[in-house]
């Protein structure tokens, strides 16, 4: 299970004279073994709530309780170090994963496998394209066991082929695993999630019926 309890975030504007509040005194549980769906209209705070969730970022006040191991944002592309090659990179986070030896070698091997980028894989990263750096994150989020993996909007990155490995993938990973996932695809959704949490003016709103609350959703 994981509990959130009276959670408050907020940010600084771009003038960085105000700030604006994402959550204030937000308090829900998501059971154990569901597929949830977070859904809610720009700026209700769906990817700030995975980033939370996730530990990207940290609320200003409240607690996140779970007993279960909870992946960074699949796909999260903002913490490589574009001097170093992908396999550095992955051989960096295995490490911080606490995989060594054969351990870590698996984990390398299946990123470069799953990123498809050749010999792109052993040259600094500050020269991919946006779809390559995407490729390489994804791998790696799923190149580890976790009780939850956080999905934000991780399947828009590449072409066709590659995104329906991903939902191949992801499927296999459910079942072992569960998914929190952000995303404006609704047939993602029905075909992966088995619950819905609709974010809304600073309240969260269940669904057991999945498509009952995307009919919500699109009525906001």
Known sequence: MIRVCNLYKSYRDRSQQKRYRVFENLSFSIPEGRNVAILGRNGSGKSTLLRLLGGIDVPDRGKI??????????????????????????????????????????????VESFADIGEYFDEPMK???????????????????????????????????????????????????????VSHNMKDVVSLCDMVVLLHNQKTYFYDDVREGIRAYRKL
């Open 65 to 110: 309780f779970s007993n279960k191991r909870i992946s960074w944002p699949v796909g999260l592309k903002g913490g490589f170090q574009g001097s170093l090659t992908a396999r550095e990179n992955v051989k960096f986070v295995a490490r911080v994963q606490g995989a060594r030896g054969e351990e870590l070698k698996k984990a390398v091997s299946y």
């Open 127 to 181: 020269a991919y394209s946006s779809g390559m750096r995407g490729r390489v994150a994804f791998g790696l989020s799923l190149a580890f066991d976790f009780d939850y993996y956080l999905i934000d909007e991780a399947m828009s990155v590449g072409d066709v082929q590659f995104k329906r490995r991903c939902k191949e993938i992801l499927r296999e990973k459910i079942g072992k695993a569960n998914i929190l996932m």
